[in-house]
T-cell receptor, first 113, second 116 residues
Framework: TQLLEQSPQFLSIQEGENLTVYCNSS?????LQWYRQEPGEGPVLLVT?????EVKKLKRLTFQFGDARKDSSLHITAAQPGDTGLYLC?????????????FGKGTKLSVKP | DAGITQSPRYKITETGRQVTLMCHQT?????MFWYRQDLGHGLRLIYY???????DKGEVPDGYVVSRSKTENFPLTLESATRSQTSVYFC???????????????FGPGTRLTVL
């Protein structure tokens, strides 16, 4: 069974701080996605990375796919209270159908004003 | 309204009762998915469907039944609810293009189900 391990599980920081969350696996994925989920809502896609070593930026968020396509990181610069939420990574197997997306358990981020 | 909707948003039922959770999407997406989200387990796939009349099991299908007679609807039925099925259930849909890795999955707002 493929697993995606996310760390840390919980993160509580002050507004303005920087943070990095990690998504690791022993398996190779064809792509990795990051979703953000706010309380009482469904997850919303932030980014999809498909090339080993790829870096994508979304305003203050920077996403990186590992060279070996087994891991990914999400870095947030100058966190704001609006960044609070559950961050989920999800990986797709090579040759897998869209039904083979595997989710990590998530990192719960709290940014205090 | 456009998008993906789930009903009901909250449901309390008793052990042994049959419960059906509804999911409707207006985008004509090929793929639809049912997940459950539990503390300590994250999102786990129950069933998915690649098209009308095509369904496949996910990681945790036992105790659940799905059907997809129309592209836009994907109901999930708990035939005889158990306490272990208390969870938040999310429906999602995606286009199914898959040209560069995983498609974007669009999630509904969830149904919070409590089985007493």
């Amino acid at each position: 069974t493929q697993l995606l391990e996310q760390s840390p599980q919980f993160l509580s920081i002050q507004e303005g701080e920087n943070l990095t969350v990690y998504c690791n696996s022993s398996s190779v994925f064809s792509s990795l996605q990051w979703y953000r989920q706010e309380p009482g809502e469904g997850p919303v896609l932030l980014v999809t990375v498909v090339t080993g070593g790829e870096v994508k930026k979304l305003k203050r968020l920077t996403f990186q796919f590992g060279d070996a396509r087994k891991d990914s990181s999400l870095h947030i610069t100058a966190a704001q209270p609006g960044d609070t939420g559950l961050y989920l990574c999800a990986g797709l197997n090579y040759g897998g159908s869209q039904g083979n997306l595997i989710f990590g358990k998530g990192t719960k981020l709290s940014v205090k004003p | 309204d456009a998008g993906i909707t789930q009903s009901p948003r909250y449901k309390i039922t008793e052990t042994g009762r049959q419960v059906t959770l509804m999911c409707h999407q207006t985008w004509s997406h090929s793929y639809m998915f049912w997940y459950r989200q539990d503390l300590g387990h994250g999102l786990r796939l129950i069933y998915y469907s690649a098209a009308a009349d095509i369904t496949d099991k996910g990681e945790v299908p036992d105790g659940y039944v799905v059907s997809r007679s129309k592209t836009e609807n994907f109901p999930l039925t708990l035939e005889s609810a158990t306490r272990s099925q208390t969870s938040v259930y999310f429906c999602a849909s995606s286009e199914g293009r898959g040209t560069a890795g995983a498609d974007t999955q669009y999630f509904g707002p969830g149904t919070r189900l409590t089985v007493l």
